[in-house]
C-alpha cells in the first residue's frame, strides 16, 4: 500500500489468477440477479450520498478502468479495428456480458455506434425512460482508447430501459 489505496485495482489480486483454484466447485460463473444486487445496492447507496450525477461519473471511470484491464487481458493482440470487434463480440458473448455488434464504423475510425443486446446491467429491466448503462460507457471507452491510443467519448443513446430493448452506443473521437 505505497499509495495508502487498500483496493487499488489489479487483474490477479482483484479477479484471482486461478479459477479453479478459488471456486472448484462453483465454477466463474454466477447469475445476472446477484451481479445486479451488488450493482444497483452500490449505486442506490452512492447515489443517497454524493447525489446521481456523481454516481454517474464514478461508474463511467470506473467502466474505464475496467475496460483498459480488459483491454490489456484479452483484446491486445488485435491487428486491426475488425478483428478488435470479433474479439469483443466473442468474449462479450463468451462472459455473459452481452451480444456485442458493430451497427455503424466510419472509415476513418473516429465514429461508431455500436449495441450491446441481452445487456448485463439492464436487459429485462422496467422502462425508466433513462438510460442507465454508464458504466458500459466507459467500458466501452477504455477498450477504444486502448486500442487506439487516442480519446473517445461514448453515450448511450438507446437503452432497454427506454424501450428500445438493445442498448446502443455512439463512441465519438473526443474532441
Not at 65 to 83: I, N, P, V, Y
Not at 90 to 106: C, M, N, R
Not at 119 to 128: K, Q
Request: negative net charge; aromatic residues 12%.
Amino acid at each position: 500500500m505505497e499509495d495508502g489505496r487498500k483496493y487499488k485495482f489489479d487483474w490477479d489480486t482483484a479477479i484471482g489468477g486461478d479459477m479453479q483454484l478459488a471456486r472448484p466447485s462453483l465454477g466463474p460463473n454466477t447469475r445476472v440477479e446477484v451481479y445486479r444486487l451488488f450493482q444497483f445496492t452500490l449505486r442506490d447507496i452512492l447515489e443517497q450520498r454524493y447525489g446521481t450525477d456523481k454516481v454517474d461519473e464514478l461508474f463511467r471511470e470506473a467502466g474505464i478502468m475496467a475496460g483498459r484491464a480488459f483491454f490489456s487481458k484479452f483484446l491486445c493482440d488485435a491487428a486491426d479495428t475488425s478483428e478488435l470487434a470479433a474479439k469483443i463480440q466473442t468474449f462479450f458473448q463468451t462472459l455473459g456480458i452481452g451480444i456485442f455488434l458493430v451497427e455503424d464504423a466510419s472509415e476513418d475510425n473516429s465514429h461508431f455506434i455500436f449495441t450491446v443486446e441481452e445487456d448485463l446491467d439492464c436487459s429485462g429491466l422496467p422502462d425508466t425512460s433513462d438510460v442507465i448503462c454508464v458504466y458500459d460507457e466507459g467500458f466501452i471507452q477504455g477498450v477504444l482508447e486502448s486500442f487506439s491510443g487516442k480519446g473517445f467519448t461514448v453515450r448511450e443513446i438507446d437503452c432497454w430501459c427506454t424501450g428500445a430493448r438493445t442498448c446502443r452506443f455512439e463512441a465519438k473521437i473526443a474532441s
